[in-house]
C-alpha cells in the first residue's frame, strides 16, 4: 500500500511514518518546514519527502492520504485530495486501526512531561524484556528512534489532547483506548484550539471514559484540574503519584540530594541512581514506574531500568560544548515547563550562571495567554534572549519588563545568535529553548562553540 503523509515533519506524523514503513507500507510525506529531529529520522529511513504544496505530488494517487492536524481547508493538497475523491484519515485514526488494534496500550497524557514519562515507559518495558512498542513525541536516546512496531502485544503512546485533523476535532488520545493511562498533569494549554479549561478536561473525560473497569489510571496526586476531571466520572482503579508528597507512589531525591528514593503502595522504600535532574523530573520518573507496575514490571527492576536511562533529545540535551561553554537543547515552551526545566538545572549546577536563548513559538504562546506568568518562568535564569517574532497582537517587551536588563529582545535570528555568543563565557550553560527550528539559531550558535573547542 502506498501511503502519503501531508505534514510528515511533525513528531508524531514523523513516527506514523516510521510505523507504517516498517509495516512494510511503501510511504511518502510532504511538509513546509523540515527540521532536526524528524529530518534526520525520516532520512535514515529512506522516506522521500516533497517540500510544500503542490498537488502534483498525489500523481500517481495513493492508496490513502494521512492528514495531519496542522491542515487545515484552503491548502492547496488538501483541496485536491478532496476534490480528487482520494481516500484520507488522521493519523490518531490510522494508528488505531493498523498498529494498536488487538494491543495492551499504555497511553501518558498531561499538558507537560509526556515525552520523558512516555520515553521511560518504554524504555523500562524494554529493559524488562519486554519489547514494547511505541510512538513518541520526541527521540529516546535509547532507541534513536521516536516509532517502532515493537515483539509484543504492549505499545507506549504519547497521547497528546491536541486537535486529531481538520474533520475531526476530537483529542488525539481519544482514539487510542489504552488499558493503562498516566495522567501527568492539566493546565491550560492549545487556545488556538480550547476557548477556556473546560474545553480540556471535558477532552480528557472522553479519555478516562475510553479506559476499562480492568485498567488503571495514574495520576498525579494534588492537580486540582485533574480531581475535577475524575469527578466527571471514573470507571477505573486509579493510582496517584507525588513527588514529596502523600500519594500512592511517593518518591523525592536520595540521600544527601543525590539519587532517586521511591515507595510504591507496598511502602517499602527503594532508593537507586537517577540521570536527570529537577523535580518534574521525579515526577514523570515515578509515573512510568507505577505505568510499567501496572503490566507486571517490579518496581525495582524499574528503577534498575531508569538509573541506565540516556533521556531524550530536546529534553535538557547536551548540544554541544566549547570555549567552556555548555549548550543544551530544550523543547520547553510552556511557562511551567520553562520554569521546571530551569529549576531542575539550577538544582544540579547551582554555581553556573544560567543564560537562556527563547522563542515563544507555540500558538498558546503567539496569542499571548501566557504573557502574565512568562518573565516568572525565566527568573530562574541569569541572562535572557526572546526572539520577538512578527505579528504578535500583545507587547512582549512589556511582559518581560520585569526582567529588567537581564532580558534582551530581537527580531532577527542571526542578530540573536551573535549576541547570545557575545554573551557567554567559559563556565555559562546555555539553553536554546524552542519546539521548533529556531530560525537556524541552534545550529549557529553549536558551530561556532565547536569551533571554539
Known amino acids: 500500500m502506498h501511503i502519503h503523509i501531508i505534514g510528515i515533519c511533525g513528531t508524531f506524523m514523523g513516527g506514523i511514518a516510521g510505523l507504517a514503513k516498517a509495516a512494510g507500507h511503501r510511504v511518502t510525506g510532504c511538509d513546509r518546514e523540515v527540521y532536526p529531529p524528524m529530518s534526520e529520522e525520516l532520512a535514515r529511513l529512506g522516506i522521500e519527502v516533497t517540500e510544500g504544496w503542490d498537488p502534483g505530488q498525489l500523481e500517481p494517487a495513493p492508496d490513502v492520504v494521512v492528514i495531519g492536524n496542522v491542515m487545515s481547508r484552503g491548502n492547496p493538497l488538501v483541496e485536491a485530495v478532496l476534490e480528487q475523491g482520494l481516500p484520507y484519515t488522521s493519523g490518531p485514526a490510522w494508528l488505531a486501526e493498523h498498529v494498536l488494534a488487538g494491543r495492551r496500550v499504555l497511553a501518558v497524557a498531561g499538558t507537560h512531561g509526556k515525552t520523558t514519562t512516555s520515553s521511560l515507559l518504554a524504555w523500562i518495558l524494554e529493559a524488562n524484556g519486554l519489547e514494547p512498542g511505541f510512538l513518541i513525541g520526541g527521540v529516546p536516546l535509547d532507541f534513536g528512534a521516536s516509532a517502532r ?236 534572549f526572546v526572539f520577538a517574532p512578527d505579528g504578535l497582537e500583545w507587547d512582549l517587551a512589556a511582559a518581560l519588563a520585569t526582567l529588567g536588563d537581564r532580558a534582551t529582545l530581537s527580531a532577527d535570528y542571526g542578530e540573536m545568535a551573535e549576541g547570545v555568543l557575545r554573551e557567554a563565557v567559559a563556565g555559562d550553560i546555555l539553553v536554546l529553548m524552542s519546539n521548533g527550528g529556531f530560525g537556524g539559531l541552534r545550529e549557529r550558535v553549536v558551530a561556532a562553540l565547536t569551533a571554539r573547542g
Open 149 to 384: 512496531l515493537g515483539g509484543s502485544d504492549l505499545f507506549v503512546v504519547e497521547a497528546d489532547e491536541y486537535d486529531t485533523a481538520f474533520f475531526d476535532k476530537r483529542a488525539k488520545f481519544v482514539h487510542y483506548r489504552p488499558r493503562v493511562a498516566v495522567l501527568n498533569n492539566l493546565e491550560y494549554d492549545h487556545a488556538d484550539i480550547y476557548a477556556d479549561m473546560a474545553a480540556i478536561r471535558w477532552q480528557f473525560h472522553q479519555l478516562i471514559r475510553t479506559v476499562p473497569g480492568g485498567g488503571r489510571l495514574v495520576v498525579r496526586a494534588g492537580d486540582a484540574e485533574l480531581a475535577e476531571t475524575l469527578a466527571m466520572g471514573c470507571w477505573t482503579p486509579v493510582e496517584t503519584f507525588a513527588a514529596g508528597g502523600e500519594a500512592d507512589w511517593r518518591v523525592d531525591f536520595g540521600p544527601g540530594g543525590e539519587g532517586i528514593s521511591l515507595a510504591g503502595p507496598g511502602g517499602e522504600r527503594l532508593q537507586d541512581d537517577w540521570p536527570l535532574a529537577g523535580e518534574h523530573n521525579l515526577e514523570n520518573t515515578v509515573a512510568a514506574v507505577a505505568a510499567a507496575a501496572a503490566v507486571g514490571v517490579e518496581p525495582a527492576a524499574a528503577l534498575a531500568a531508569v538509573a541506565r536511562f540516556r533521556g531524550v533529545r530536546r529534553r535538557l540535551e547536551l548540544a554541544a560544548e566549547g570555549g567552556g561553554i555548555r549548550v543544551y537543547d530544550d523543547f520547553a515552551h510552556h511557562p511551567t515547563a520553562i520554569a521546571r526545566t530551569l529549576a531542575g538545572l539550577r538544582r544540579r549546577e547551582p554555581e553556573a550562571r544560567i543564560v537562556v536563548a527563547l522563542e515563544p513559538r507555540s500558538n498558546t504562546m503567539r496569542l499571548g495567554v501566557h504573557r502574565e506568568t512568562l518573565a516568572g518562568s525565566l527568573a530562574g535564569a541569569d541572562r535572557v
